[in-house]
């Protein structure tokens, strides 16, 4: 049948799979192995993680792969609800028939789907009925013999809701974390899903959707693949949705594009952000070059105060080289709020193979009635959970004088007690300089381990590239700014890996991108345009370099024009290009200099009125924004003489 799957057609998983095998099928498979080693086969197994991650998707697919062994294996499933009645006792008689039936037919696999709707955690305000079944589940998985050939598998999305009598060696031997899937599984899975398609997407494609998929689980990409379909059914055959009869489709027309995947991009919601969003996002384009210098400072210190196996999306064998005794940690701090705003989500990006848990003002507060010392116990006991994982506190000043002493005490306490066994990064932000923060917060980070960084303004090299931006468009530019913005998308998919082989070659690639513009127009003798931080590399290594940058654009999925392309219409665009060599440079000299000590904030605002003018100018666009920066400018002088 076409709707059953073996293990070769789930992508993204082979851990997993890898682990089921050694737990279930091999025991009884090769229980001779055991017996001469006296050792005892497991007799459970938990899977548990977020919807849609494929903890039934493996169970199915182990049943497949029980039928197509050499010796048959017999698999019994069952959905939590489904051995549980109304009338007294007889919840627990199914459960008997059903390890009953599995002593019959056994070597046997039991699956229990959503199994903590039936064995919930016991406490005294539970009814009797759920605490004798949970009874009779225990005394039942207690009674299985250690060769008896009978291994019984659950499923859940709720850990902590399921009774801790099950959680032990004996019974459920092993507990089995299925996260979201990261980079490399959303592209496994992306393959998988359109493996049987006759007209593929590219290679290249798959993987910039896989970059632009973060946050989705396997369901949400099986149906963004279904709904990528039906966008291009409806792209080639409208009139299917008004005739009353059956249209014939010509199925060898139908071909799924990239507008379709973006159209069904747009109506799809992912399941991990109908409850909560996680701030991932990466670098924008428009903010790559304030911040290239900071990102890549923070990933090298990473790299530094991180086992190596937290840092790569697989986990490795590597001894831990970090030297200090607590769990990796990072403060970001400063006056400027971009830690917040960029950086950070940029760090989640690069590290989105860990499993990010966010304790901000909104987790605390979300619940109605529940104590902030208690949420903040759930949230670092889930982390702990999904090791390795990731602990994500943003502005910690906007709730830590907003909850009581005994909220404090504890999330300090909790943070002290993580020593160097527990793989869990605790990264931080915080909107003040380092004589302001608390002293309870302090002692949190080692300053002397780099674990506080503080986020200083941007320095002149970088605020000159970044207005270079609105300039662009003229003389030709615009095919290097979208060869960059492709590059900075896929550099922040491998961040982590790539900055861990070659940090040093990274950082002249980086360096590189803001310094071609500036280097061709110089040897034009077109421009005076000085960077006294940039150098230029040999001819040799810009020949590689642009290579390089040709495959990695092309990884992105779009098209790599070497024409001018020329938007008609675009009234900002005819405003630059009226504007002189000599202009152009005038005004970046004082939109640099006047913005000398500004935060990111103010060049963002100052930037979107920029933009602004120059789209809106039937004047001389000289003057239009050489007054908008003086306006700006004073506005900042006055400001700061209130200050």
Known sequence: MMSQKNFSCIGGLEKHIKIVKEMVLFPLMYGCVYSKFHLRPPKGLLFYGP???????????????????????????????????????????QLQKVFTLAQQSKPCIIFFDEVDGLAPARTSRQDFVHASIVSTLLALM??????????????????????????????????????????TARKDILSVQVKNWKQKPAVKFIAYLASKTVG??????QALCAEAVMSCVRRHYPQIYTCKTKHQINERALKVEKQDFIKAQESIVPASHRLSVVPIKCLSPKMYPLLQDTLYTILTVLQE?????MMASENSDTEIRSSTMKCPRLLLHGDDDCHTRHLAPALLHNLEHLPCHVLDVTALFEETG????????????????????????????????????????????????????????????????????????????????????????PKPVERLAYFQQIFTKVHGKSDNISTRSSYVNFIQVLGPTRFKTEPKRLKEQEVEIIAAPVTRRRAEGKTRMKLSAVQTTSSGHTANTRNSLKRVHSTSGE?????????????????????????????????????????????????????????????????????CLERFRQNQRSRNNDN
């Open 216 to 221: 989705y689980c396997g369901s949400d990409l």
């Open 370 to 457: 529940r104590a902030a010392e208690e949420t903040i116990i759930q949230k670092v006991k889930t982390a702990r959970h999904t090791l390795p994982s990731l602990l994500y506190v943003p502005d910690i000043l906007a709730w830590w004088d907003l909850v009581g002493e005994a909220a404090r005490v504890v999330f300090t306490s909790l943070m002290k007690g993580l020593d160097r066994s527990v793989h869990m990064l605790f990264l931080s932000t915080i909107h003040c300089s380092a004589d302001i923060i608390p002293v309870e917060i302090l002692e949190l980070f080692d300053v002397h381990q780099n674990e506080m960084i503080e986020i200083s303004p």
């Open 142 to 183: 207690d009674g299985l013999d250690s060769n008896s050939e009978i291994i019984v598998i659950g499923a859940t999305n709720r850990l902590d809701a399921i009774d801790p009598a099950l959680r032990r060696p004996g019974r459920f031997d092993r507990e089995l974390y299925f996260p979201l899937p990261c980079y």
């Open 305 to 309: 105060i991180c086992p190596p196996e």
């Open 51 to 93: 919807p849609g991650t494929g903890k039934t998707l493996v169970a199915s697919a182990l049943a497949v792969e029980c039928n197509n062994s050499d010796r048959k294996v017999s698999f019994i499933s069952r959905k939590g609800s489904d051995c549980l009645s109304k009338y007294v006792g007889e919840s627990e008689q």
């Open 559 to 627: 098209r790599i024009s070497s024409k001018r392309h020329r938007p008609s219409g675009d009234s900002r665009l005819t405003s630059i290009e009226s504007l002189t060599e000599a202009q152009v440079q005038d005004l970046l000299d004082r939109a640099v200099n006047y913005t000398d000590g500004w935060t990111c904030h103010q060049l963002e605002t100052l930037y979107a009125s920029l933009e602004r003018v120059l789209g809106n100018s039937h004047g001389d666009p000289f003057i239009s924004v050489a007054d």
